[in-house]
């Protein structure tokens, strides 16, 4: 059993920068893929990107490719999304997760999930 807790969204202006942090709890964190996945409002939730154990592959939706970094402290049990030159429709709610295959982009890989973290960005 895994407990994810996102952290870090806010408010931000069109262009801005904001780090997102996903503290996890349990000591088989490095045994897990870390994903991130955004619901905007009356949208289905998608895939952002993911990272693999030890955080040398990372792979991450066109919409936020060269936009958002994914990395990983696995002695701090967190994981991060760095995003830089944030768009109006990057507003969601962020939730990360974690599971035991590294490939794919469906909410079923996943096992465990936090209960997500909003990201405004405005004009």
């Known amino acids: 059993q895994v407990q994810l807790v996102e952290s870090g969204g806010g408010l931000v202006q069109a262009g801005d920068s904001l780090r997102l942090s996903c503290a996890a709890s349990?000591?088989?964190?490095?045994?897990?893929?870390m994903g991130w996945f955004r619901q905007a409002p009356e949208k289905e939730r998608e895939f952002v990107g993911r990272?693999?154990?030890?955080?040398?592959?990372?792979y991450y939706a066109d919409s936020v490719k060269g936009r958002f970094t994914i990395s990983r402290d696995n002695a701090k049990n967190t994981v991060y999304l760095q995003m830089n030159s944030l768009k109006i429709e990057d507003t969601a709610v962020y939730y990360c997760?974690?599971?035991?295959?590294?490939?794919?982009?469906?909410?079923?890989?996943?096992?465990?999930w936090g209960r997500g973290t909003q990201v405004t960005v405005s004009s």
């Open positions: 349990g000591p088989t964190f490095s045994s897990y893929v």
């Open positions: 997760a974690a599971g035991r295959v590294y490939g794919g982009t469906s909410e079923s890989m996943y096992d465990f």
């Open positions: 990272i693999s154990w030890g955080g040398s592959r990372t």
